[in-house]
């Protein structure tokens, strides 16, 4: 197991509502990523941040948003939700950007929008 | 624009026997190559990564890559499969100009007793 943890482990939200998905990364770490992944799919780089500031982002509407604190967590935060939102939810935390540096992937919220 | 492909989306392999899971790439300037395995309810875990270097990259778990710049290639391999190798694998890409990695489809790897 790494030392990445995110919660909550399952939500379920309403077509509309917002979302707040949490991220603690390994220790020492200081660059998280986000990634959705749908079933049967790989994972889609949703966008990075490093030392609390956003560095890359993926093909994702401006209501994907995020955060990280001073002491590396991070937030993932999604507004006015649609059905297609619904996926595995994976944070990943590296030393350094996530290009060119391993990742260490957290087990994932399961979102599922009705 | 960077891509992968994993042209297999399930391998089936006898335990004991070799095994082989591949990976073709396309990517602007030098690649940064990785692969990763995901267990069932459970987030992805690093195996190995090429970035320079030797193109026989060898892993966790006993497993080994080889780069193949020609072919823009960068298959997954092992000797010798276990049952407990049963899982999804994704290989992933990204070049020194960018800090995005594009992952591929995922293979499912079946061993078999």
């Known amino acids: 197991e790494t030392g990445v943890t995110q919660s909550p482990t399952h939500l379920i939200k309403t077509r509309g509502q917002q979302v707040t998905l949490r991220c603690s990364s390994q220790?020492?770490?200081?660059?998280v990523s986000w990634y959705q992944q749908a079933l049967g799919q790989g994972p889609q780089f949703i966008f990075q941040?490093?030392?609390?500031?956003?560095?890359g982002r993926g093909n994702f509407p401006p209501r994907f948003s995020g955060l990280q604190f001073p002491n590396y967590s991070s937030e993932l935060n999604v507004n006015a939700l649609e059905l297609d939102d619904s996926a595995l939810y994976l944070c990943?935390?590296?030393?350094?950007?996530?290009?060119?540096?391993?990742?260490?992937f957290g087990p994932g919220t399961r979102l599922t929008v009705l | 624009a960077q891509s992968v492909a994993q042209p297999e989306d399930q391998v089936n392999v006898a335990e004991g026997n070799p095994l082989t899971v591949k990976c073709t790439y396309s990517?602007?300037?030098?690649?940064?190559l990785f692969w990763y395995v995901q267990y069932p309810n459970r987030g992805l875990q690093f195996l190995l990564k090429?970035?320079?270097?030797?193109?026989l990259v060898k892993g966790s778990y006993g497993f080994e890559a080889e780069f193949n710049k020609s072919q823009t290639s960068f298959h997954l391999k092992k000797p010798s499969a276990l049952v407990s190798d049963s899982a999804l694998y994704f290989c992933?890409?990204?070049?020194?100009?960018?800090?995005?990695?594009?992952f591929g489809r995922g293979t499912s790897l079946i061993v078999h007793p």
């Open positions: 220790s020492g770490h200081n660059t």
């Open positions: 090429y970035i320079t270097g030797d193109n």
């Open positions: 990517v602007s300037g030098n690649p940064y």
């Open positions: 941040y490093y030392r609390e500031e956003e560095n």
């Open positions: 990943a935390s590296s030393l350094g950007l996530a290009g060119g540096n391993e990742q260490f």
């Open positions: 992933a890409v990204t070049s020194g100009g960018s800090y995005i990695p594009t």
